[in-house]
């Protein structure tokens, strides 16, 4: 993950160096606040990245010498089929309609999804693939 951080790190300095530029030659209150958020957010996932990485050590994939059969094994668990991210999407789609429509679709919009986010959290923590 290390080279990750770096690829990061680089984009938040650019960000960081380009943004007072930005703001002296366009007075821009709407971009420069962008550029900011931007940088921010660089440094976020960067700082993120290089912690992960102290942590876990180094990789197959960041080592120079490293085999194919050194990354071999269980990478994560990915669910093999979820109906709630369906869910989670309509119920979003009920609250851009209520900001369109009325605050009280947007309210009823927010209690769907309340709940389809909480039983997409903790789909696996109940039933037949409970652990």
């Not at 957010?41 to 290089?50: D, H, M």
Request: proline residues 4%; contains cysteine.
């Amino acid at each position: 993950m290390k080279v990750e951080a770096y690829v990061f790190g680089i984009n938040a300095a650019f960000f960081t160096a380009i943004t007072p530029v930005y703001w002296f030659l366009s007075k821009d209150w709407t971009g420069t606040s962008a550029l900011v958020m931007t940088s921010a957010l660089a440094l976020l996932v960067t700082f993120y990245l290089a912690v992960t990485a102290k942590r876990m050590g180094p990789r197959p994939e960041d080592l120079v010498d490293a085999e194919i059969a050194d990354g071999a094994g269980e990478q994560g668990f990915f669910s093999p089929h979820s109906w709630w991210p369906l869910f989670c999407g309509l119920a979003l789609v009920v609250c851009v309609l209520g900001v369109v429509f009325g605050w009280w679709l947007f309210i009823i919009g927010v209690g769907i999804g309340s709940v389809t986010l909480t039983g997409f959290i903790f789909e696996y923590y109940r039933g037949e693939h409970a652990h």
